[in-house]
């Protein structure tokens, strides 16, 4: 089955077909770096995390470029985030944007979300906006008015194609309607004249000053990408006008198609409204973290399919927590049971149920991303082995093997829900070496009735986040 993509752009389902076979050029609007991430950019990152993991899974050389803002991201007021937070906290704008940058990378990091193969920043690329900007000009689709330059949005017909939007619909993109020697409301800034206290400045053509926020995304797009690519990507909000302005900057710019596939996800709300910063109702990554596993955050965004919203809250959570431990009780057990699983043994059939499994969550997955129904179909294999785990008879090792393969692949590869059985470092050989030890001893102390003992070495290790658990074939652990 070939993947089919729900394109933003023409608002349908589409095959994929990219510009170059088995290559997928892809870029997707970063965040802002001036606070702390909160779970809305968890819900985008780790969407295009799974989206990038499956298209190298199913064997797709991907170049996965994603920016971080740091320059020109105005707030209503018309201040630059950083400059503000940068201020608030008596520092350098850079000192926040390293700051930030560094807590962004943490957490994707502690999420799972491989990073993307380059990470520009806005700042480190204004000689390319510049360019892009004077291209414009030059072309008569941006206008120069007291310092500033406006691209003419009446010089491009196509302007509002994404968001479908028309011109006389359209709110102003700018809070100021006609101040600075904007020619039409609906003009948006490609620069910006810097006044004397705006310490983020640069000099160019037309002043000193520094970038709006839309044109570093066409510029550094171009740069890695180049003038069409296959995938843009970002949360659905960011549709207008910034969405809108990079393909009118881009196309009037290159004379090319800017992305071919636009995917968009969908917000993470709270009591339906949306989870944002200025909202105030946002919990970040951080705090989330320190009350459920990575893992189970992950499982909670796939419950909803990327493009829609999903609601947060503590039920939510705890409901992808459970369905978690469930996949990985059963994940644990073929491992254990690996250890001295009996060449020939139960179970010898099951390949076919694994096969069935595999190919009803590439199909999902091949149908838009679908990870709620490919998760739903992990679960429904984990009735499976769990018969046959609980069965009367041991199973084979090959079916073992094939049964932690499937875990591994799809639950861990692609979902990255699945931590990857930790066998091979020295550290953990010899962690569990010492558990094992323990477990033996006691043991022993129950078999001689020493119920005190036993129940000091199994407190001791819970507090050490090691669970024990009796079972009718053996003592099992878990690390938590
Ligand atoms: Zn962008």
């Not at 968890?42 to 996965?64: C, E, Q």
């Not at 171009?222 to 196309?251: M, W």
Request: glycine residues 8%; proline residues 4%.
């Amino acid at each position: 089955m070939t993947l089919r993509v729900f394109n933003v752009l023409q608002r349908e389902k589409v095959e994929f077909v990219p510009i170059t076979p088995g290559k997928v050029n892809m870029y997707v609007c970063g965040p802002t770096v001036y606070d702390h991430a909160h779970l809305g950019h968890a819900k985008t990152y780790v969407s295009f995390d799974m989206i990038v993991r499956y298209l190298r899974f199913t064997g797709y050389d991907v170049l996965y470029v994603q920016n971080l803002t740091d320059v020109g991201h105005l707030l209503d007021t018309g201040e630059d985030r950083i400059l503000k937070k940068a201020r608030q906290a008596s520092a350098t704008p850079m000192q926040i944007v390293e700051m930030y940058a560094r807590s962004y990378f943490e957490d994707m990091d502690r999420l799972g979300v491989v990073r993307p193969d380059i990470s520009p920043r806005a700042s480190a690329h204004i000689p390319e906006q510049i360019e892009m900007i004077q291209t414009l000009i030059d072309k008569g689709h941006a206008y120069v008015a007291d310092g500033n330059v406006y691209f003419d949005v009446t010089s491009w017909p196509d302007y509002g194609k994404l968001s479908h939007r028309r011109l006389e619909e359209q709110e102003a993109g700018s809070r100021r309607l006609t101040g600075d020697g904007k020619r039409n409301p609906q003009d948006f800034a490609l620069w910006k004249r810097a006044e004397p206290e705006h310490i983020l400045r640069w000099n160019s053509p037309w002043g000193v000053g520094y970038p709006g926020w839309h044109i570093e995304c066409s510029a550094m797009s171009r740069k890695y990408l180049g003038n069409t690519f296959d995938i843009h990507g970002g949360g659905i909000d960011n549709i207008f006008p910034h969405n809108e302005c990079e393909i009118a900057q881009s196309e009037a710019a290159n004379d090319a198609p800017f992305a071919n596939y636009w995917l968009l996800v969908g917000s993470l709300t709270v009591n339906g409204e949306k989870m944002s910063k200025s909202v105030g109702n946002f919990v970040t990554i951080k705090d989330a973290l320190k009350k459920y596993r990575p893992e189970v955050i992950r499982t909670f965004v796939f419950q909803a399919h990327y493009s829609n919203p999903i609601d947060y809250s503590d039920e939510a959570l705890s409901g992808a927590e459970k369905g978690w431990e469930r996949l990985m009780t059963a994940v644990r057990l073929t491992r254990e049971k690996l250890r001295n699983a009996p060449d020939d043994g139960a179970g010898s059939s099951f390949q076919a149920v694994l096969d069935e499994a595999r190919q009803k969550f590439t199909e999902a997955m091949d149908d838009d991303f679908n990870a709620p129904v490919a998760l739903a179909t992990l679960q429904s294999l984990t009735g499976e082995v769990n018969k046959l785990l609980n069965g009367a008879e041991p199973v084979g090792k090959a079916t073992l093997e094939a049964i932690e393969k499937t875990y591994t692949d799809l639950g861990g590869q692609v979902l990255g829900i699945i931590p990857a059985a930790e066998v091979s470092s020295a550290n953990a050989q010899r962690e569990d070496g010492l558990i094992r030890l323990l477990i033996e001893l006691r043991n022993q102390a129950r078999a001689e009735k020493q119920y005190a003992r036993s129940d000091q070495i199994r407190n001791q290790l819970k507090a050490l986040g090691i669970t024990l658990e009796d079972r009718p074939d053996g003592t099992f652990y878990r690390i938590d």
